[in-house]
Each structure stands twice: as structure tokens, then as C-alpha cells.
């Protein structure tokens, strides 16, 4: 992904924190963090169990106003505008998030209605997202038949059906096996071609080296951010596990 536009001007982010803070009574998860992220980059925020992020990314999908600090997602500030923001990104849940009970077809009908598309559009919808995932013949086949693989990258088509700005991917490849992995990481890569911005959570850190830059919290507080190379130089690691594991050291690690 190149950042600059053709003028070499750094484009508009669609999202920006600024001191961005949640707290629980005397506990702070989330402590004054600041970033940007780009138009179509893919975005890795990581850390471990308690870090923080997954508290950050509910402040950013509009799911938990923050205790102090500014964000804008989309153009939207996470204050005024909760609601504009979640009709304007695509979140899929670290736990399979569509309805087992339903069949695949009427899960894509029900979430493309929730995104606000109608009639023939959900129709021509439906169809290229079977057509792109290969399950034309399991369109009417419970979704809680299917394989962990397939109901993985059926919940990230569904996310992106209303083709968002934004997608919000917790921890996506969670469970499944590296062919599957690598399968919904090149489907991740199209819809960042196509312009959509991929913010992300993973514990696999080969997987960091697939984002343009990754941010890595640490007991509420983001302790590195660039690329994966410059994070590696920086620290003298050979991988990103070395690099996590030198920034996590001593980490207090409580709960989100």
C-alpha cells in the first residue's frame, strides 16, 4: 500500500485518536493513545491478553464512549456520532458472530438488510458472495454445518457487503488451520486493493508482517508503531515475535 497520493500528499485518515482514554473506576485500559490510519491500509493493533485493545476497538466502532481524549472514524467523532460510525465499517467479532441456525443465504439477506441494502441489491449481493466464496451449493445449508473456515470468511464477506470504509477484524484467523489463514489474509489483501481500510487484532505474528504498519500496546499504552521492517531494525529482532516479545516483557497483563 502506498500511503501518498499521486500529488505526494499524505491522503485524509479515516481514523484518528488523540489521548484517546477509557477507564473502569480506578483502572485505566486505555491510556492516552494517538494514532492515524490510511485510506485502504491494513492495519495490525496488537498486544497481549489485557493490553488494551480490544477495549480501544470498541471506543472506535462506536460500542463504548471513551472516558476522555478525541477519535474521528470514518469523519465521524466517536462522541457525537456512535451511531453514523457503525453504519460506515464492517466489524467481525473474534467469535463467530452470524446465526448458526440460519442458513448461509439468510444470514447474507439478514446482515445486508441491517446494513441498509434492499431488495435487488441484497439479490446481486448474495449471488457474487457465493460466487467468490465457492459455496453456491451450500446456500441453503446451515451455517453451523459448515466448517470453522468457511464460517470465518463468510463473516468477513458479510462485514464488507455493504462495501464500508472501514473493516474491524478481532482476532479473524482465530482457530483455523494456515491454509485457511492464508486463504482469508488474501481476501483481506482484495478489499485493501479496492480502497478499504483493514483494521486488525491478531496473536499470530507472522501474521504482523502481513500489515502495512502494526501498532503494539502494552498495558494501555501503544509502546511501538511503524512497519514490520522498521519495527525489526529498530529493535535488532530478526522477527515480529522478537520484537512483541521484547515490548510485552513485564507486561502487568489485567483483563479487558
Known amino acids: 500500500m502506498q500511503i501518498l497520493t499521486n500529488n505526494n500528499k499524505m491522503p485524509e485518515p479515516v481514523i484518528t485518536t488523540k489521548n484517546l482514554t477509557k477507564r473502569f473506576g480506578n483502572f485505566t485500559a486505555v491510556n492516552e493513545i494517538s494514532f492515524e490510519v490510511y485510506p485502504g491500509e491494513i492495519f495490525g493493533f496488537l498486544g497481549a491478553n489485557g493490553a488494551g485493545k480490544t477495549t480501544a476497538m470498541r471506543m472506535l ?132 486493493d479496492e480502497g478499504m481500510t483493514v483494521f486488525v487484532t491478531t496473536h499470530y505474528m507472522d501474521e504482523s508482517e502481513y500489515c502495512n504498519r502494526i501498532s503494539i500496546m502494552v498495558d494501555g499504552v501503544i509502546r511501538a508503531l511503524d512497519s514490520p521492517r522498521r519495527l525489526k531494525e529498530e529493535f535488532s529482532s530478526s522477527s515480529m515475535d522478537e520484537v512483541f516479545f521484547t515490548l510485552a516483557r513485564g507486561a502487568k497483563g489485567k483483563s479487558e
Not at 138 to 156: C, H, I, N, R, T
Not at 163 to 182: A, M, N, W, Y
Open 61 to 192: 466502532c462506536g460500542l463504548s464512549r471513551p472516558t476522555a481524549g478525541k477519535a474521528t472514524v470514518a469523519g465521524y467523532d466517536v462522541y457525537k456520532h456512535p451511531e453514523k460510525i457503525k453504519q460506515n465499517i464492517g466489524y467481525m467479532s473474534q467469535k463467530f458472530s452470524l446465526y448458526e441456525d440460519l442458513t448461509v443465504m439468510e444470514n447474507i439477506r439478514f446482515y445486508a438488510g441491517i446494513y441498509g441494502l434492499t431488495g435487488s441489491v441484497i439479490k446481486d449481493k448474495g449471488k457474487r458472495t457465493l460466487s467468490q466464496l465457492g459455496l453456491q451449493d451450500e446456500a441453503d445449508k446451515l451455517v453451523g454445518d459448515l466448517p470453522l473456515g468457511w464460517k470465518q470468511k463468510l463473516s468477513f464477506s458479510v462485514a464488507i457487503i455493504h462495501q464500508p470504509k472501514i473493516v474491524f477484524l478481532d482476532e479473524p484467523t482465530s482457530g483455523v488451520d494456515p491454509v485457511t489463514r492464508r486463504q482469508f489474509w488474501d481476501m483481506i489483501y482484495k478489499a485493501a
